[in-house]
Structures are given as structure tokens and as C-alpha cells.
């Protein structure tokens, strides 16, 4: 035989094992990072954390401040007052708080307190001769001899939050103020401040506000 065959078949005797032990270190390393990839996962997916009893937090409410209702010309009253009859009455009422508020009711004064009289919208001139102490005979619709009588809204009024929507909310009460059959004459062409409201019923929570200028009453 030819001593360069010889050679070659020498070298690959020799060069066998080598590619052999190679290609066996490449098996087990990658054997070995399967285990170990496995053994992490297996780590964090095993270890499970529980909750203490009595595990909680803190929360606060808020506190609800009064409501704010004035006298208004806008808009204009549309039923108006003479002897025996009723008419319209318009307020504003601003809401301070930061959540819309709901009316459902007013509560009255006496049916013996009186409004006061002036020429002007702006309830700043009295008019003469029509003093709350004349008597005009103006008073609150269904108004009874018991001060804080409550009687309930046709349509409940909801006032938007502070800085929101529908805040203050603008409302004709209709036909809510009434004039006695035997008021004086003064007292035409006359711009009344209605007495003062005793009262509400009010709850405060989430609510849709009621779109502003609104319209409600109480019947009774």
C-alpha cells in the first residue's frame, strides 16, 4: 500500500474520537441548560404568595355643605300675581359641594310670612305701600300655619357638583307664590323677595344634574 494512504487513514483514525468528544460536550451542555432553564421556571412558578388576614386599606367621605337658593330675574317669571291669584316664582341654587346634590322638597314658613315689595328686579328699592308688614298678602303656595311644613317637588331638581354643569341651576317654581284677594293696590307692577325657605330635603351622591334653566313646583 502507498505510504500517503497510509497517512490519511492514520489521521482519521486519530481525528475520529475528537469529533466524537466534541460533538458529546455539545450534547450534554445543552442538556444541561434545558435542567437548568427548568429548574428556574420551576422556581418561580411554584413559589405562591399568600395574603394575611386582615389585609386592607383606608378610605374617607366627605362631609355635605348647605346649599345656597337666591332670588332671581332670569328668566323672567311667566305667570304673574294679582288678588287671588298664584304665579311663578324663579330661584337660583348653587351647589358648594364636589358632587351633585337632589332636591325633593321645600319646607315653608308660616302662610302669615310674607314677602317684601320693590320696584325693581334687582329687590333693591321697596316699593311703597307694599311692605311685607302692610300686610301684601304674598306668601308661599300651600303654606300652612306651622312653620317648616315640607312639601314634595313635582319633578326633583338635582344641582350639578361645584365648578360643574348645571351649577347653580336656575328654576321657575310655578304658580308657588300666591297673593291674598284683599292685597292693596300698591302693590302692582311690584317685584317681590319671597320669604325665606326653612328648609330642604336633600340627599348628595352621584347623579345626572338637571339641565339648567329647569321647571318643578309642589301641588300641595
Same mark, same amino acid.
Given at each position: 500500500?502507498?505510504?500517503?494512504?497510509?497517512?490519511?487513514?492514520? $489521521?482519521?483514525?486519530?481525528?475520529?474520537?475528537?469529533?466524537?468528544?466534541?460533538?458529546?460536550?455539545?450534547?450534554?451542555? +445543552?442538556?444541561?441548560? @434545558?435542567?437548568?432553564?427548568?429548574?428556574?421556571?420551576?422556581?418561580?412558578?411554584?413559589?405562591? =404568595?399568600?395574603?394575611?388576614?386582615?389585609?386592607?386599606?383606608?378610605?374617607?367621605?366627605?362631609?355635605?355643605?348647605?346649599?345656597? /337658593?337666591?332670588?332671581?330675574? &332670569?328668566?323672567?317669571?311667566?305667570?304673574?300675581?294679582?288678588?287671588?291669584?298664584?304665579?311663578? @316664582? @324663579? /330661584?337660583?341654587?348653587?351647589?358648594?359641594?364636589?358632587?351633585?346634590?337632589?332636591?325633593?322638597?321645600?319646607?315653608?314658613?308660616?302662610?302669615?310670612?310674607? =314677602?317684601?315689595?320693590?320696584?325693581?328686579?334687582?329687590?333693591?328699592?321697596?316699593?311703597?305701600?307694599?311692605?311685607?308688614?302692610?300686610?301684601?298678602?304674598?306668601?308661599?303656595?300651600?303654606?300652612?300655619?306651622?312653620?317648616?311644613?315640607?312639601?314634595?317637588?313635582?319633578?326633583? $331638581?338635582?344641582?350639578?357638583?361645584?365648578?360643574?354643569?348645571?351649577?347653580?341651576?336656575?328654576?321657575?317654581?310655578?304658580?308657588?307664590?300666591?297673593?291674598?284677594?284683599?292685597?292693596?293696590?300698591?302693590?302692582?307692577?311690584?317685584?317681590?323677595?319671597?320669604?325665606?325657605?326653612?328648609?330642604?330635603?336633600?340627599?348628595?351622591?352621584?347623579?345626572?344634574?338637571?339641565?339648567?334653566?329647569?321647571? &318643578? +313646583?309642589?301641588? &300641595?
Amino acid at each position: 500500500m502507498p505510504v500517503h494512504l497510509r497517512r490519511q487513514k492514520s $489521521l482519521s483514525r486519530h481525528a475520529a474520537p475528537r469529533s466524537r468528544r466534541s460533538r458529546y460536550a455539545r450534547i450534554v451542555a +445543552a442538556m444541561l441548560g @434545558v435542567i437548568l432553564a427548568g429548574t428556574t421556571a420551576d422556581a418561580v412558578t411554584n413559589w405562591v =404568595a399568600g395574603l394575611n388576614s386582615n389585609s386592607s386599606g383606608e378610605a374617607q367621605s366627605g362631609s355635605v355643605a348647605n346649599l345656597t /337658593i337666591t332670588a332671581t330675574s &332670569s328668566p323672567a317669571a311667566g305667570n304673574k300675581l294679582y288678588p287671588g291669584s298664584s304665579g311663578d @316664582v @324663579v /330661584i337660583s341654587i348653587s351647589n358648594p359641594n364636589p358632587f351633585p346634590v337632589t332636591i325633593t322638597a321645600f319646607n315653608l314658613p308660616t302662610s302669615t310670612t310674607y =314677602a317684601e315689595g320693590y320696584s325693581d328686579s334687582g329687590l333693591t328699592t321697596l316699593q311703597a305701600g307694599c311692605a311685607a308688614a302692610t300686610p301684601n298678602l304674598v306668601n308661599w303656595s300651600f303654606s300652612t300655619g306651622v312653620s317648616g311644613s315640607s312639601h314634595t317637588l313635582t319633578t326633583a $331638581l338635582t344641582v350639578g357638583a361645584s365648578a360643574a354643569a348645571n351649577n347653580p341651576l336656575v328654576v321657575t317654581l310655578t304658580n308657588d307664590a300666591a297673593m291674598g284677594g284683599s292685597a292693596p293696590s300698591a302693590c302692582q307692577n311690584t317685584y317681590f323677595k319671597m320669604p325665606s325657605f326653612t328648609g330642604v330635603s336633600a340627599t348628595g351622591g352621584a347623579a345626572t344634574s338637571t339641565t339648567t334653566p329647569a321647571t &318643578s +313646583a309642589w301641588t &300641595s
